[in-house]
């Protein structure tokens, strides 16, 4: 069975950062591509960032965290880490990754994690 598990999640101020990660348990991690999605109370889950599962590992973000959040990747790990910096109150939302297609649409990917909290107070 796939699991994915974020972890990282917190209480932070505005101006602050925290580093999320996602354990995968596929086995054939390095074939997928990865991304990020968040959910705020009462909005749809929009995408975040999402990185290529080709060694180039091409990122991609939304405009809204560019330059703030980083997308990174551990093969040997079978993890995928979203830093972020530069927290604002408007980041507040559930964090999920996800493994499958490199897409910025949620239903592109295969598998999902239960998701991590992420609040930032002002």
């Known amino acids: 069975q796939v699991q994915l598990v974020e972890s990282g999640g917190g209480l932070v101020q505005a101006g602050d950062s925290l580093r999320l990660s996602c354990k995968a348990s596929?086995?054939?991690?390095?074939?997928?591509?990865m991304g990020w999605f968040r959910q705020a109370p009462g909005k749809e889950r929009e995408f975040v960032a999402a990185i290529s599962r080709f060694s180039s590992g091409n990122t991609y973000y939304t405009d809204s965290v560019k330059g703030r959040f980083t997308i990174s990747r551990d093969n040997a790990k079978n993890t995928v880490y979203l830093q972020l910096n530069s927290l604002k109150p408007e980041d507040t939302a559930v964090y999920y990754c996800?493994?499958?297609?490199?897409?910025?649409?949620?239903?592109?990917?295969?598998?999902w994690g239960q998701g991590t909290q992420v609040t930032v107070s002002s």
């Open positions: 596929l086995r054939t991690f390095s074939n997928y591509h």
């Open positions: 996800a493994a499958g297609s490199l897409s910025d649409r949620a239903g592109e990917y295969d598998y």
